[in-house]
C-alpha cells in the first residue's frame, strides 16, 4: 500500500499491442522521462519471443508526471519438454522525489499478477558488485 500521496498516484500498463499504438506512445514521450531509449523500445517491439498480448512496461504518474516505471522483456524458457513463457525484470526507476512511498514495490506486484509469477530478475549494479 502506498504510504502518502496515493490519491494523486495513477499506475497503468501496457502491452506490446498497446505501445503499437501511436498515440500511446506520443503519450509517454511526451514525459521528461522515457522509459525507454528508440533503440530499447524498438527491440522490445520486435522480440521474437514475445506476445502482443505481454505486458512489457508498468508506469506510475504523479497528477500526469511519469514518476516511475518497470520495464519487462518476455522470453522462453526450456524445462524438460515444456516452454515456460517468462519476464525478465529489466528496467526499474522511481523518481528521487517519490522514493519509500511503495511505488517500487507496487510496480512489482503489478509485474507479478501481469506475469502470473513468472518473472527472473539479475541485478548489475556496482553496489552489488562490491557485495
Not at 505486458?55 to 519438454?81: F, S, W
Amino acid at each position: 500500500m502506498l504510504k502518502n500521496h496515493s490519491e494523486n498516484i495513477r499506475f497503468e500498463q501496457f502491452t506490446i499491442e498497446d505501445l503499437n499504438q501511436v498515440d500511446t506512445l506520443i503519450k509517454l514521450t511526451s514525459q521528461a522521462i522515457l522509459p525507454f531509449s528508440s533503440l530499447r523500445l524498438a527491440s522490445f517491439l520486435n522480440n521474437p519471443r514475445a506476445l502482443i498480448s505481454d505486458v512489457i512496461l508498468i508506469v506510475a504518474y504523479h497528477n500526469e508526471t511519469l514518476i516511475a516505471y518497470r520495464t519487462l522483456l518476455p522470453d522462453d524458457i526450456q524445462a524438460d519438454l515444456t516452454t515456460i513463457h517468462f519476464a525478465w525484470l529489466s528496467g526499474i526507476w522511481v523518481d528521487n522525489a517519490h522514493r519509500h512511498l511503495g511505488i517500487g514495490k507496487k510496480l512489482h506486484q503489478m509485474a507479478h499478477e501481469a506475469w502470473e509469477g513468472r518473472l527472473i530478475g539479475t541485478e548489475y549494479t556496482q553496489q552489488n558488485a562490491e557485495v
